[in-house]
């Protein structure tokens, strides 16, 4: 494994890094995580809070602390889905159970499910609209809270049919309100747009989304059968239910984040996946070679193969809530690189172009080359030539010619066709060598 310092970046995540170059921190049972959780939020003190089925817990970065209360008195449950986050401090709470609460701020609460105003069933996700009305789903309704009467009301004077089953909430950026349904065998969306008093079908059904926004404003929707621009849904003739997606068609995804370097980050089977450059997807079509976002799971450390939800904090780092606990994944000042050899006892040298030679005594030298589109981060080129037992030393002298010693004592030197032999240098003691190892 190498280490390349990186100049300093105005990205939070840079998309010249590749998934596996990034920092990777992780949180289980073992250092006070909760498991199972399935919500993440981040209060405006910079606080995260994480609903999970074993409480609602707020985390410093260091510290697990669950809470249980909110307003002095004992919170619904401790089977926590869905957590909204707001301004003025306090946080909205859903449970598995039926019933909300609000935590902290100016009008902590209580709204329990045996309440006439507030629907049966998982509380599955908030959202506020252009004119601030908060929102919620569960299996049977969809709501609005009337802040003059501190009520839910329904929205079926507005459009939802009361025979549909709401999946996924959802607020764009202007504030209009997306709702994923699904009835029977059929699903479908409606929207409520800025300023309008009732939700409109929209024309474009996909399969139960997980909704959200590139950095132009593009609505994009991943389901079961990948991804692609919610204007761009387009049915998919080899599937009944499908819709044709922009990645690779073996990939299968749920859960959708964008960063806000232009990365799209994914829940997937077996971990997360990610593209680094999302404006560079292209719908299907003859020319066009759909990409295979990289990938990340438990082989690599992440808690959990089970992703269920993704956050970007106002850092600009990415969270990952799993059954297993909490993953962060954050920029390095060092870009690490993993190379085909053991990770010991490396040679280095630098050529005159700027391409970095590196050995060990495995075998041979090779050209590394920082790749991000290389899931070890880098290309590696072997280079031929005379046969070596490995590199004990690498060395460019004040020509630029590179220098290769051999562990047999051997000496070569890069020339336009590779290595060439070089005169003997074993035991001699005259020429020095600059070496650099990394443990």
Known sequence: MLAVLGLPSAHALSPDRALSQLRHDRWTADDGAPAQIFSIAQTPDGLLWLGSRQGLY?????????????????????????????????????????????????????YEYQRDDVPL???????????????????????????????WTSAQVMGIDPGWRPERLYADRQGGIWVAYSENQAFGIVHLAPGATRFQPYPKPVQIPYFDEAADGTLWAADYWGVRPLARAD???????????????????AGLRFDRDGGM?????????????????????????????????????????VVWTIFEDREGNIWTATANGLDRFRDNALTPIALPRRDQSFAMAVAADGRLLVGNADRGPMWVSPDPSQASGARIDELGGPDMEGVT??????????????????????????LEKGSAAAGTGRRRHDRHDQQ
């Not at 002095?72 to 159970?97: H, T």
């Not at 996700?125 to 569960?138: E, N, P, V």
């Open 58 to 110: 707020r985390f410093d970065g260091v510290r697990f602390e669950r809470i249980t209360t909110a307003g002095g008195k004992p919170l619904i449950d401790d089977d926590v889905l869905s957590l909204k986050a707001e301004a003025d401090g306090s946080l909205w709470v859903g449970y598995f159970n039926g019933g909300m609460s609000r935590v902290g701020g100016p009008a902590p609460g209580q």
């Open 121 to 151: 069933g998982s509380v599955m996700g908030f959202a506020r609209d252009a004119r601030k009305r908060l929102w919620a789903i569960t299996p049977v309704a969809v709501v609005w809270l009337d802040p003059a009467t501190d009520t």
């Open 235 to 253: 049915a998919d003739p080899r599937h009944a239910r499908a819709t044709v997606s922009w990645l690779e068609p073996a990939f299968k995804g």
């Open 265 to 305: 980050w994914l829940s997937a089977a077996g971990g997360i996946a990610r593209v680094r450059d999302a404006s560079t997807l292209r719908a299907p079509e003859r020319g066009v070679v759909l990409p295979s976002p990289e990938s990340f799971g438990p082989a690599q450390g992440l808690t959990s193969e």
């Open 393 to 418: 030393a690498l060395h460019r002298d004040g020509n630029g010619t590179l220098w290769v010693g051999g562990a047999r004592g051997t000496l070569s030197r890069l020339g336009a066709t590779g």
